[in-house]
């Protein structure tokens, strides 16, 4: 396959950019040491930076396959990295949305922009038409996120960490564009 490339995107507050490993400790600091950031996401938290330099080596290559996408989410103004988000293939056939932020920064509405930007490219640009998100039940800020960038809710699911330390009960949406 030949390798795609992620295209930097902007917002009015926000850079979303492709993650490589020079952006570990970041990345380690600002939220996957966090048990809170990893609280109900699929991902546990990272011991020690090595667990992180090896998660952004594997999302390089995997941002080369077809069905797979992640930003690094950096404030414009403070250049800094606070968070990523993810697109991938799920089992129902549609892209799902994956995203987390550093949780010094909660509540701006950064994860809102950004999910809306991204839905607009890969739907205006790259022709994905099919979306799904996913979020525990005790989670709410993550429903609400899916809301404000107009996924709508169809059923209730379950999922588990790719570890399988544990399953959590799901809220599923969906959005068609
Ligand atoms: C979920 C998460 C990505 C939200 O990011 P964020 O940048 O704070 O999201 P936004 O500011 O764009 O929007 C959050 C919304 O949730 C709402 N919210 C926050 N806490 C809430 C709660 N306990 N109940 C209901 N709504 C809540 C906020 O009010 C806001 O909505 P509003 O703008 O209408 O007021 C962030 O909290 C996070 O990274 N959490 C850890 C990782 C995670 O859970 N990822 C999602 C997995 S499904």
């Not at 077809?66 to 968070?83: A, S």
């Not at 800020?141 to 009960?169: C, L, N, Q």
Request: net charge neutral.
């Amino acid at each position: 396959m030949k390798d795609k490339k992620i295209k930097k995107l902007e917002t009015e507050r926000l850079i979303l950019r492709e993650l490589n490993v020079n952006d570990a400790e970041d990345v380690f600091k600002n939220w996957t040491s966090d048990d809170e950031v990893s609280k109900y996401v699929r991902w546990s938290t990272h011991k020690n930076i090595e667990e992180t330099i090896e998660y952004l080596k594997n999302e390089e290559k995997r941002c080369k396959t077809e069905d797979y996408y992640t930003w690094g989410i950096v404030l414009k103004e403070q250049q800094e990295l606070i968070g990523a988000i993810a697109a991938f293939i799920s089992e129902e056939g549609r892209y799902e949305m994956g995203y987390n932020i550093s949780k010094k920064y909660w509540g701006n509405g950064y994860t809102t922009e950004a999910l809306k930007k991204v839905l607009e490219y890969l739907s205006k640009d790259v022709g994905i038409h099919k979306f799904m998100c996913a979020h525990d039940y005790l989670n709410p800020a993550s429903g609400a996120v899916m809301r404000k960038a107009g996924f709508k809710y169809v059923k209730d699911s379950t999922y588990t960490k790719f570890d399988g330390s544990e399953t959590f009960k799901s809220k599923v949406y969906y959005l068609d564009i």
